[in-house]
């Protein structure tokens, strides 16, 4: 079992920086992935970032390359999300997801979820 709490949303300017920040509990060493997703009203989960939590390779989304990065803290089972030069089409509810299979980038693929931050982008 992985227990997973998102901190970190809020409102920010359009440009502007956030961090998100996941806390994981649990067997976590058990994991093979740690990752974002993000969802708007009447839409599905998004695929935003992941990482492996070992050794640490990456996945990002097109939409967020270049601005955004994952990143973990294996000591504190923590996971990352900075997010920089946001847009308003980057407004939504965040979530934080880990998977014990290989596959990062569907929702349904997942094991355990969090209950979701949300990060407002004004223009």
Known sequence: ?????????????AGGSL????????????????????????KGHDF???VEW??????????VKGRFTISRDQAKNMVYL????LK????AVYFCAATGGTGVYI???????????QVTVSS
């Open 107 to 117: 929702w349904d693929d997942y094991d355990y979820w969090g209950q979701g931050t």
């Open 1 to 13: 079992q992985v227990h997973l709490q998102e901190s970190g949303g809020g409102l920010v300017q």
């Open 54 to 63: 070992w050794p640490g390779h990456e996945y990002y989304a097109d939409s």
């Open 19 to 42: 961090r998100l920040a996941c806390a994981a509990s649990g067997r976590v060493s058990n994991m093979f992935a740690i990752s974002w997703f993000r969802q708007v009203p009447t």
């Open 48 to 50: 935003v970032a992941a």
């Open 88 to 91: 308003p089409d980057d407004t």
């Open 82 to 85: 900075q997010m920089n030069s």
